[in-house]
């Protein structure tokens, strides 16, 4: 150790690197001295009677543990990690592919794993399989699974049952990528005939049933690359013992964010579905009950379901004040409060009392902690797109309740309730007490009471919040009590129009939104608009018009826009275009024009 390292920079520290704080040292260097005379008293051995029990006993605990890490280490270089996706295991997973392998940032698949030597052969690897499932021998064919281009993880060749290689070969061979092997266990069907079908493929099947919200996987079959998806549907009714005759809506889990329909003329092989690929399938929906999953703020569309799914990140909250620590499911649109709201739920306080700090380690020397800022406009997931250096762990912090507060009052809280009539113009803000026990239809009768309706209007009032992206609604129908709304959400009424209370056959609700030439440009709130079949956009553009209730001077700036997937620029609709035909039927529909337009060019006024 060099004198200058002792009394100059062993005292950790830091120092200014590059711009950047970082630590200089991680230990101290400390000088003790010892009076010669008692050295041999400092340096003697310590009699074992003289230590403590339960030191003996933790010292001792932590050598086997060394010892045991130090022999696994020496070890790894000979075992290969081999994980098994079965027919059970993805029959339970919901998600993209076919289930969360080791490394992904949700929670893991369970999935059944052999810790195995690297030189095991194949051989005997499957008459390990076949003892721990007890499979009859010859029951079961292995595929490798493996990444493509596209990210994805699916199966991809069928390993020959002759196979003489060992386990690290077969790795090396066929996903010399992954440090662990991946395989999926195909039940044969017929094992007098094990061999791979003449001209077929093998695909996966998904499930989503829009009543019950899931979307799980329904198993694999063979399939002619001839067929089409007519015969496919056949296949998947005859399998799920479905009505012969029932309807289904196919898609392709091509990617996230990618999930394309299928063809009904066009042959498996015209769209190019190939061993390996997953095929989602839904039961077609009528009208009504389009209607009705979607009042309640749920999916009625399988492609929207994946996006939702493509949102959730996994998020640790850790306590400030100890070691405890849970894991919840969220999702990047989640505001603060939402996110409050569910923390809450699970340690079953106020969510008002919680305080939040993100946590992450740039390196070994550098720890990092920000403040996380109340606020209802910025996402969870832009909250981890800003520090996304950061591991998705929040410290959370409880704060005392508020002294010399009542029981009454700690059960009230104020809210303001923006009033957006008939015609989405912000009229009037109305303060209310409420008590977190009050149903939304109580303040309903208040809000009525207080609201200027329109003239012949239909008197009755939805409650929403606005999604994240201020693109839609969120109605608030599902709620039971005021307690249940986020603590500082928006919260927005408006009156329904007629044409939405009374839609006629082929009708449907859209929402419409606000913006200025980009669509990162978001402005106003969100409303609700019946989009009509065969309507032309010029008669779309004047009832839009008539429900604004604006001039035919400030209504001529107005474009109107959809937005197609994966395609940020806006898609201008021409004044002969039937929206309701097009092959990029929206969900929502963009309103292009100059900020704050609306409020300054109203022709009755208001």
Not at 21 to 28: K, L
Not at 343 to 361: Q, Y
Not at 470 to 482: C, E, F, N, S, W
Request: charged share 25%; net charge positive; glycine share 6%.
């Amino acid at each position: 150790v060099l004198e200058k390292e002792v009394f100059e920079d062993g005292y950790g520290g830091s120092s200014q690197s590059k711009g950047q704080r970082s630590d200089a040292s991680s230990n101290a260097y400390v000088l003790v001295y010892i009076r010669e005379s008692s050295m041999d008293e400092v340096f003697a051995p310590i009699p074992q009677v003289n230590i403590p029990s339960h030191l003996k006993r933790s010292l001792e605990e932590e050598r086997r543990r060394l010892e045991e890490q130090k022999k696994q280490k020496e070890e790894k270089h000979l075992y290969l990690n081999v994980e098994v996706v079965t027919e059970q295991s993805f029959s339970r997973h919901e998600g993209f592919d076919l289930a969360h392998f080791s490394g992904s940032s949700l929670p893991l698949s369970s999935l059944t794993s052999f810790k195995v030597l690297k030189a095991e052969t194949y051989a005997a690897f499957k008459s390990r399989v076949t003892k721990h499932f007890n499979y009859p021998a010859g029951r079961f064919r292995f595929w490798i699974v493996g990444f493509r281009q596209n990210k994805t993880i699916r199966p991809f060749f069928r390993l020959p049952d002759t196979d003489l290689s060992s386990l690290e070969s077969i790795r090396n061979d066929h996903a010399a990528s992954s440090s662990d092997l991946r395989l999926y266990l195909e039940l044969l069907v017929n094992p007098l005939k094990p061999e791979r079908p003449t001209g077929a493929i093998f695909i996966f099947l998904k499930h989503f049933d829009a009543s019950k919200q899931t979307l799980f996987g329904a198993g694999a079959v063979w399939v002619p690359r001839a067929s089409k998806v007519p015969d496919l549907i056949r296949i998947i009714n005859a399998q799920m013992r479905f009505g012969a005759s029932t309807a289904l809506s196919l898609y392709e889990e091509v990617k996230p964010g990618m999930i394309e329909s299928l063809k009904l003329d066009a042959t498996l092989n015209q769209l190019q579905i190939d061993d390996g690929d997953v095929i989602c399938f839904q039961r077609s929906l009528s009208d009504q009950e389009t209607k009705n999953l979607e009042r309640n703020g749920l999916c009625s569309h399988v492609v929207k379901f994946y996006q939702i799914l493509q949102n959730r990140i996994l998020c640790t909250f850790s306590s400030s004040t100890d070691k405890s620590e849970f894991d919840l499911l969220l999702s990047k649109t989640d505001n603060y409060d939402i996110m409050a709201t569910k923390v809450g739920k699970h340690l079953d306080i106020d969510p008002a009392r919680l305080r939040f700090t993100t946590s992450g380690v740039v390196n070994s020397m550098h720890r990092l902690n920000i403040a996380i800022e109340r606020t209802t406009t910025k996402t969870l997931g832009e909250i981890q797109s800003i520090n996304h250096f950061m591991k998705r762990a929040i410290k959370y912090e409880i704060l005392a309740p508020t002294a010399n507060v009542s029981a009454e009052t700690e059960n009230e809280i104020k809210k303001g309730i923006s009033w957006m009539g008939h015609n989405n113009f912000k009229k009037s803000i109305h303060i209310l007490a409420m008590k977190k026990s009050e149903t939304l239809e109580e303040i309903r009768v208040r809000l009525a009471k207080r609201a200027q309706m329109s003239p012949g209007g239909t008197g009755k009032i939805r409650f929403f919040l606005t999604s994240p992206d201020m693109k839609t609604q969120r109605p608030l129908a599902m709620i039971g009590t005021v307690g249940d709304i986020p603590v500082s959400a928006e919260i927005y009424a408006e009156e329904i129009s007629p044409a939405e209370l009374n839609l006629r056959n082929g009708e449907r609700l859209i929402d419409v939104f606000h913006f200025s030439k980009s669509f990162s440009r978001i402005h106003g709130v969100p409303f609700k608009f019946v989009l009509k079949p065969g309507e032309k956009t010029s008669d779309t553009r004047k009832r839009l018009q008539e429900q604004l209730t604006l001039s035919d001077k400030a209504f001529s700036g107005y474009r109107l826009a959809i937005q197609v997937s994966n395609f940020r620029q806006p898609l201008y609709l021409d004044e002969d275009e039937v929206l309701y035909d097009s092959k990029f039927v929206p969900n929502n529909l963009g309103l292009d024009h100059v900020t704050d337009e609306i409020e300054m060019r109203r022709s009755d006024g208001s």
